[in-house]
């Protein structure tokens, strides 16, 4: 029996699960899961980039039937 389901994980910068929900649910997403974590970014990577790196994070997981998941994919790439 195939699987007609798979899971999604979204790492974003703590503040940004909600716009995720807004674009998963614009593409029939009905529900997630935010889970709070922390960045290790190495030290070096923000002065080489010359960027800030925000080590608080949020994970997105988020159970998509496969027959919208590259429509979600697509949306969350172009949106966040």
Same mark, same amino acid.
């Given at each position: 029996?195939?699987?007609?389901?798979?899971?999604?994980?979204?790492?974003?910068? +703590?503040?940004?699960s %909600? #716009?995720?929900?807004?674009?998963?649910?614009?593409?029939?997403?009905?529900?997630?899961?935010?889970i709070? !974590?922390?960045?290790?970014?190495?030290?070096?990577?923000?002065?080489?980039?010359?960027? +800030?790196?925000?080590? %608080? #994070?949020?994970?997105?997981?988020?159970?998509?039937?496969?027959?919208?998941?590259?429509?979600?994919?697509? !949306?969350?790439?172009?949106?966040?």
């Open positions: 029996m195939e699987n007609k389901f798979e899971v999604v994980f979204c790492i974003v910068n +703590s503040g940004f %909600e #716009k995720v929900m807004e674009v998963a649910r614009a593409v029939g997403v009905t529900g997630g899961t935010v709070s !974590a922390s960045g290790t970014a190495n030290p070096q990577a923000e002065k080489i980039f010359g960027i +800030s790196i925000s080590p %608080e #994070k949020e994970i997105v997981m988020i159970v998509v039937d496969k027959k919208i998941k590259d429509e979600l994919l697509h !949306a969350l790439y172009n949106a966040v």
